[in-house]
């Protein structure tokens, strides 16, 4: 099997309209998706040999994505920059090439600004889960 592309990741942002339009705000060049699921331990007295027992489904779920790159033009940088200072949480649209679409509402938990004097502008993020996501396979 040959190796996926690292660099393929493409957030877009819901307008909150009805129906939902989304805008593509950046293109991460490198990025981190963690999925959790907390476990809650279910062992009791009369779990077999003392084993530790998880109780399926129990667990809360959360995603988060960081990761940094380029904006694409001053109006995304100034749409993803009024969700983190609005501090909701907003519909976003998640697409890894090669992996899948994961969709659901977001909060942008850090957004930071850089970039050297001679070079572009660049940023980092840290999006977290907030309420159900779905995925969607490629």
């Avoid at 129906?19 to 959790?36: D, H, K, T, Y």
């Avoid at 476990?39 to 040999?49: E, F, K, L, P």
């Avoid at 909701?88 to 659901?104: K, N, Q, T």
């Avoid at 977290?128 to 396979?137: C, D, K, L, P």
């Amino acid at each position: 099997m040959a190796g996926q592309a690292g660099r393929d990741l493409v957030v877009r942002v819901g307008d909150g309209g009805s129906p939902e339009a989304f805008s593509v705000v950046a293109g991460v060049r490198s990025r981190m998706i963690r999925l959790g699921a907390r476990i809650v331990d279910a062992t009791h007295a009369d779990s077999a040999g003392a084993w530790r027992e998880l109780a399926a489904h129990a667990g809360v779920k959360s995603i988060l994505v960081s990761g940094d790159g380029a904006f694409r033009d001053a109006a995304s940088d100034a749409r993803l920059r009024a969700v983190f200072f609005g501090g909701e949480a907003v519909s976003m649209s998640l697409e890894i090439a090669d992996f899948g679409l994961i969709s659901g509402p977001f909060v942008v938990a850090e957004l930071v600004y850089g970039g050297a004097q001679r070079g572009e502008a660049t940023f980092s993020v840290r999006l977290e889960s907030a309420g159900a996501v779905t995925f969607a396979a490629a």
